[in-house]
């Protein structure tokens, strides 16, 4: 073992039982101490993007590899105060953009759990007791979404992969059932391969259908209702009218991004059946309902589908990534078996020493399982519903608020924590998309935007969001950040106003000096 060491730390650089374990605890305390003193208090740093990023860059000196390291102790708690001063705060009670919500502590630690041990996935000897955890895991969550026994499922890196690996065996079991062979053959042995879905449906799907080699002008998109869920009927149509195609799915959303509607699923189901199509259920941002009695009620059918995408990192409160993907019956993960010299022969195989590498494209994959079995052991169903419906409770509380303040307009109801609307003005994407803007700018809030049709207007318009997963959130936060949203729209739209007068003014001029 070389002896330059460069800090106080332990025998051992390596997360080894004892002093390597050690290490690790100082490592975070020291790293917790940093944080804590120089984080800024706000969801984003203040400032324009330009020079927050160019503060960074500055801070960490020329790009290169120094020579010689500053030590454990010097590099964690600069990277620290770093993400501290210059990072996003997720745990701050008005940062509510998107569906990435601030991480449960014991999540974060089971995490560093996960890295220590550095364990694998796809054969027994690349760690048995993750193995046999998320082997449970998947069970215990596929039993939770209705599922039999013979279900199965798989970690993946975030929904988008979920949802790819998702159509993959759709695609391929249905060509299979079709006497073709697409692992072998490729996709030009396929009839007119398409995907029904909602038009509001994720772009993830688009792109796994490209990814797939279908093409995005694979998916037909299919009408929704007021409430962005799709029409049966229109599902129903649209299928009739594909004419000689060959259907490898039919997506439903469960949770749709902006909205969190979630698609008519036992009519959807029934339609899948009639017509023999596989079901995909993207419930990415839904699937959580299930630990809520409240709000369940809104998945249900989701039982019927052949496959499902969720994601822990989204409601559940996990460090990315916690996704799965889960499928009605294990033994369809056929296509994606493999059996590689080195990894899973057949003798090995035979006796035992087998892993989950014929499951996903991956092959060393990272136990994301650690995290999320910490937390469903920790809290159990009832207290993560409890999270969820105290989200629910304050998405309503918001929806309120916009109800009582002339100026501002609500675009779409509240289903799961999502509240969609806009500040009234004549110039809807200027002022709209500058408010959130000066949010961020001003360290005051972080909300989200998005384009909506709205009813009777011709083209989609900027709207505002709060995606609100921060259960310690309180009232009073969601009523400063409206007072503060309305006292900025106010300035903005004067400043917008004079800008326009300014210009017009001086149009004018040009005019007349012509
Ligand atoms: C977030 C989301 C995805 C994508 O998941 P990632 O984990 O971000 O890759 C897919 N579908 C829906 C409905 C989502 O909300």
Redo the contacts with the bound molecule.
């Keep these: 073992m070389t002896e330059d060491r460069v800090s106080a730390w332990g025998a051992s650089r390596f997360a080894r039982p004892g002093t390597g374990w050690a290490d690790i605890g100082r490592g975070l305390a020291e790293a917790a101490e940093s944080v804590t003193a120089h984080h800024h208090g706000a969801p984003l740093p203040a400032g324009d993007p330009v020079s927050v990023l160019a503060a960074v860059t500055e801070s960490l000196g020329g790009p290169g590899i120094p020579d010689s390291g500053i030590g454990e102790s010097e590099a964690l708690s600069r990277l620290a105060r770093l993400v501290a001063e210059y990072g996003l705060d997720l745990t701050h009670p008005l940062t509510a953009a998107h569906?990435q919500p601030a991480p449960l502590s014991v999540a974060v630690a089971a995490d560093a759990l996960a890295s220590a041990t550095n364990a694998s996935l796809d054969t027994y000897d690349s760690g048995p007791a993750t193995l046999a955890l998320e082997t449970w895991t998947v069970r215990s969550l596929a039993r939770m979404a209705g599922f039999g026994e013979q279900a199965g499922g798989v970690f993946s890196p975030?929904?988008?992969?979920?949802?790819l690996l998702a159509l993959m065996i759709a695609r391929d079991h249905t060509a299979a059932r079709r006497g073709i062979d697409v692992r072998h053959d490729g996709v030009g042995a396929l009839r007119r391969p398409v995907v029904f879905c909602s038009r509001v449906?994720?772009f993830?799907v688009h792109r796994a259908c490209a990814a797939l080699g279908l093409g995005e002008s694979a998916v037909i998109p299919v009408e929704v209702d007021s409430h962005h869920r799709i029409v049966p009927e229109a599902l129903e149509a649209a299928i009739r009218q594909a004419g000689d195609v060959t259907p490898l799915a039919i997506v439903a959303?469960a949770?749709?991004?902006d909205f969190g509607t979630v698609d008519p699923l036992p009519e959807i189901a029934d339609i899948a059946e009639r017509h023999e199509i596989w079901l995909h259920v993207?419930a990415?941002?839904g699937f959580g309902t299930l630990f809520s009695d409240r709000l369940s009620g809104l998945l249900t059918g989701v039982d019927r589908a052949d496959s499902v995408?969720l994601?822990l990192?989204?409601v559940g409160w996990q460090p990315?990534?916690a996704?799965l993907m889960l499928l009605s019956d294990a033994n369809r993960f056929v296509s994606l078996n493999r059996s590689v010299a080195y990894l899973n022969p057949d003798d090995d195989v035979e006796a035992g020493y087998s892993g989950l590498l014929g499951q996903t494209l991956q092959t060393t994959r990272r136990p994301d399982v650690l995290k999320v079995a910490a937390t469903l052991m920790a809290y159990g169903r009832r207290e993560l519903g409890g999270m969820l419906e105290r989200c629910n409770d304050l998405a309503v509380y918001a929806e309120q608020r916009v109800a009582t303040e002339l100026q501002l307009e609500l675009i779409a109801p509240v289903t799961l924590t999502t509240i969609v609307f806009r500040y009234r003005c004549a110039d809807l994407d200027a002022v709209n998309g500058e408010l959130r803007r000066r949010l961020i700018a001003d360290g005051k809030a972080l909300i989200g935007r998005t384009q909506v049709r709205v009813p009777g207007e011709d083209e989609p318009r900027t709207c505002l969001k709060l995606t609100l997963l921060n259960p310690e959130t309180s009232e009073s936060d969601i009523d400063d950040l409206f007072d503060e949203l309305l006292r900025l729209a106010i300035e903005v739209e004067s400043e917008n106003a004079s800008a326009s007068s300014d210009q017009a003014h001086s149009e004018e001029m040009v005019r007349v000096s012509e």
Aim: a negative charge; glycine letters at 12%.
């Design positions: 569906l975030g929904g988008s992969i979920s949802n449906a994720h993830s959303t949770g749709t991004t993207d990415a941002y995408t994601d990192h989204k990315a990534a996704s």
